[in-house]
């Protein structure tokens, strides 16, 4: 059974950077895609960022291009999420998710089948 274990979150000021990990544990793993997602207190979860994991196509939402950068490494089983020039609105829960069955789309939940247990990320002004 894999299990996907983030890590990195804290409490930082804006115009701090942070990295996240996620870490897929347990047997071999071979995702589509690897994303990120947030949710913000009181507000739906959105996207990130993702990463296809053979192609290596990348995938960000508008609000954190150029700030943000998705990257994953084959040996460790791990996706990273770099985050730089962090602003306040940025703070959230953030979790990852691996879509590990051939379906359409990295860029909304939907088709990503495991889900780690989520890191806060706390920006302050």
């Known amino acids: 059974q894999v299990q996907l274990v983030e890590s990195g979150g804290g409490l930082v000021q804006a115009g701090d950077s942070l990295r996240l990990s996620c870490a897929a544990s347990?047997?071999?793993?071979?995702?589509?895609?690897m994303g990120w997602f947030r949710q913000a207190p009181g507000k739906e979860r959105e996207f990130v960022a993702a990463?296809?994991?053979?192609?290596?196509?990348?995938y960000y939402a508008d609000s954190v291009k150029g700030r943000f950068t998705i990257s994953r490494d084959y040996a460790k089983n791990t996706v990273y999420l770099q985050m730089n020039s962090l602003k306040p609105n940025d703070t959230a829960v953030y979790s990852c998710?691996?879509?590990?069955?051939?379906?359409?789309?990295?860029?909304?939940?939907?088709?990503?089948?495991?889900w780690g247990q989520g890191t806060q990320v706390t920006v302050s002004s």
């Open positions: 990463v296809t994991w053979n192609g290596g196509s990348l």
């Open positions: 347990g047997r071999t793993f071979s995702p589509y895609a």
């Open positions: 998710a691996a879509k590990t069955k051939l379906v359409v789309g990295v860029t909304t939940s939907l088709p990503y089948d495991m």
